[in-house]
């Protein structure tokens, strides 16, 4: 009986991330709102877990949205960032936590093993509340996007970047001295 009752739960749990998984042109259409505009046509797209769902020919690349998670969240980024990327979906299929996934890529990238980011290559994540989202249609209002530009192993000392933002919207520096250091972007909100 427990089994049944097993195999219940997990058909609801199945059929409800079914049904909340847009289409695929929905899921192309607003993953692509997180690239700046003039790269959208020919970017590729994946869906969050790195399933391909369109290959494009230019240097972006754009991630869909969790259909699992409350909201809007996509990105775009550069295609130096995709081995990384690529590494980060594999270690959380495997189960693996934000602390396992970064302590394994760090090993990683020191060790030679990982290729990171270029230097300066750039990703934009770009978010809006559940209200805003039209899933049916692929359309969001109220957006807000900021940007994370890469320098792996950089320092605030080698950078002159603050630790915090000095003030709204301006440039710090994330994870200084590891293989993820990126510059931070938020531009206030509206």
């Known amino acids: 009986m427990r089994t049944l ?3 219940f739960v997990l058909s609801l749990s199945f059929s409800a991330f079914s049904q909340n998984t847009p289409s695929k042109d929905i899921q192309i259409k607003l993953a692509l709102l997180a690239a700046p505009e003039d790269q959208r046509s020919e970017a590729t797209v994946y869906a969050y877990d790195g399933t391909l769902l369109r290959k494009g020919s230019n240097h972006t690349i754009c991630l869909g949205d969790d259909p699992n998670r409350e909201g809007l969240s996509v990105s775009s980024y550069h295609i130096s960032a995709q081995p990384f990327m690529e590494r980060g979906w594999a270690l959380r299929k495997e189960g693996k936590g934000f602390q396992e996934v970064f302590d394994t890529r760090e090993a990683e990238a020191k060790a030679g ?11 934009h994540a770009l978010t809006a509340d559940e209200a805003d989202v039209n899933w049916a249609t692929g359309e ?3 957006t807000y996007t900021r940007s994370v530009v890469y320098i792996p192993w950089a320092t605030a000392e080698s950078t002159g970047l603050p630790l915090k ?5 301006l440039p710090w520096i994330m994870d200084p001295g590891t293989h993820r250091a990126h510059i931070m972007i938020n531009p206030p909100r509206n």
């Open 5 to 7: 009752i097993s195999i």
């Open 113 to 123: 093993k990982l290729q990171l980011p270029d230097q300066g290559s750039v990703l």
């Open 140 to 142: 969001a209002q109220n």
């Open 165 to 169: 933002p000095a003030g709204p919207g």
